[in-house]
């Protein structure tokens, strides 16, 4: 059993998830033809909560193995293969009949196994002789996945990162090996849009048109608002529906950030909830976040932290370039704007929203918006 049902790290169970039933699917469908996916959100929409739901209910239904890679840390080739092999380790122990397979097959690459002093878990390092060495290792290793009874389900989470890698053919590498795979599926998951977007459909680079596209959108309103009530009835709490519809206003429908108020109102453990409470507990947010937002400011220049205050006033800016926007917040010129504005996508602080029609540009950190509005 939970102690607070609303989750802000991690997942739990179906039960603590809210909706994504038609993304599931559509994950599911493609895994069942083979096709591996791309999956391209913002930050905290919920990319790494949806692949975990997934592979709940893919463990669950029997068919598949599951492995999560997480590569936010990894910095070459190394660090990469690195990450698999735990992440097999972890998914698979010793004891059962892949992870022994596992296991002899490790030893075969001459590793050095240490144990986690706190965790206890295996930790294999590699030595390698050279570059080849380490293609080949990642070779073997996809080898490895493709010959197992059940096919496997891979998600490489925050996928961008390759391409901070030394190594600038990871890419060739990686699509070379993952092409012939007939028993693996890969999810590769990713919130730099335009990197993303780059490796998987620019006709030059080799996972051109290799994966199918899913856009992680903002859950429905209606239905997070539902899940939201559901939760804190069922505990009973009353909130009414205009004020739940308050907090998805506030934090614009940005997954984490709802989870983050709806938790900490939970915290409270006062049973009637109403408008102050909310207000009361947005508050203790921005302030908890005081040093934190303090110290981007250290890290901007004096234009770039103005634009961004201009940008959390103005809201949603669809005309960046456009003559009233400068003038009201005496940005200069439009040169300038379009400058201040590509550094802050670049620092993930303005998050450019694409659609087909427009284009449009937020604060990335909804409460940071609100902190400025707030401060400036
Ligand atoms: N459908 C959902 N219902 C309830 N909570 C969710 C849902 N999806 C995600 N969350 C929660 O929202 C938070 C952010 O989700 P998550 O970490 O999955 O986002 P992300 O897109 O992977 O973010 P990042 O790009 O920063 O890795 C987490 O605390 C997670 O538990
Ligand atoms: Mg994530």
Redesign the pocket.
Known sequence: MLVNP??????YSPD?????EKELNLLKKNIGGKNNTTLI??????????IL?LFDDLKKEGNYSTLYVDIFATRNIEDFIKAITDSILKEFPEHTSVGRKFWNFIKGIRPIIRFDQISGLPQVEITYQNEAEKTETLRSLWQFLENQDKPVVIAI??FQQIREYPQSNMEAILRTEIQHLHNVVCIF?G?KRNMMIDIFSNTKKPFYNSTSFLN?EK?DRKVYAD?INFHFLSNNYTISKDDIFYILEFTEGF??HT?KICNKLYENRKPDIVKDDILLVINELLNENNIQYAQIKELLTTAQWNYLIAIAKGGKIQQPTAQEFIMKYKIGTPANSRRLLKALIDKDLILENLNTKWKDYQLYDVFLKHWLIRNY
């Open positions: 609303f989750l802000i790290t991690g997942y603590y998830f809210c909706d994504r959100s913002p930050r905290r929409l919920g990319k790494s909560g949806l739901r989470d925050e998951s919130s992680l859950i899940f997954t984490y989870q």
